[in-house]
């Protein structure tokens, strides 16, 4: 079991599956559990392009505040996938590969903040916060092989 399974391209693979679309991870949290639980199913990943932007907002001492993008630096994209491997290593799952954008396929009039929402809401009807990454990933696993499944019910 290893991040070769996941597809890898220039572009994210076609969709036959009545208008799914690929919609963008998220390089935390409950995202990277989901990665790795879909990684054969519903996930594909790509180069990065464009570069993330990194969002600055500094306020200064009067309260005033500047706010500012600018593309992410190589050594910042290194960090952030030193950071998610950490987070995957706590979790016992093999390192992500770096310098790629991760998608999850996701079923027509869906979008991911509501797939989160109900994966979250699925997650801790079983899992407290207490039991940490661990206890959501091991919940998230039994959610996604359960009738249920993965995604919620479209309304």
């Known amino acids: 079991m290893n991040w070769d399974e996941v597809p890898y391209g220039n572009e994210v693979p076609a969709i036959h599956e009545n208008d799914a679309s690929w919609q963008l991870a998220a390089d935390a949290g409950i995202d990277l559990s989901a990665l790795w639980l879909l990684r054969t199913t519903a996930v594909a990943s790509t180069p990065i392009d464009p570069v993330p932007m990194t969002r600055l907002v500094v306020t200064d001492a009067g309260g005033t505040e500047r ?24 979790l016992g799952l093999p390192p992500r590969p770096g310098n790629r954008m991760w998608w999850l396929r ?5 979008d991911l903040d509501q797939v989160r929402r109900y994966w979250w809401s699925q997650v801790y009807a079983t899992a ?20 249920a499944g993965p995604w919620p019910t479209r309304q």
């Open 67 to 90: 706010r500012s993008q600018r593309a992410r630096t190589p050594e910042e994209q290194t960090e952030l996938d030193d950071d998610v491997n950490e987070f995957m290593a706590e």
């Open 106 to 110: 996701v079923p027509a009039g869906l």
């Open 128 to 147: 407290s916060p207490e039991d940490g990454p661990w206890g959501e990933l091991v919940a998230l696993d039994a959610l996604f092989r359960s009738p």
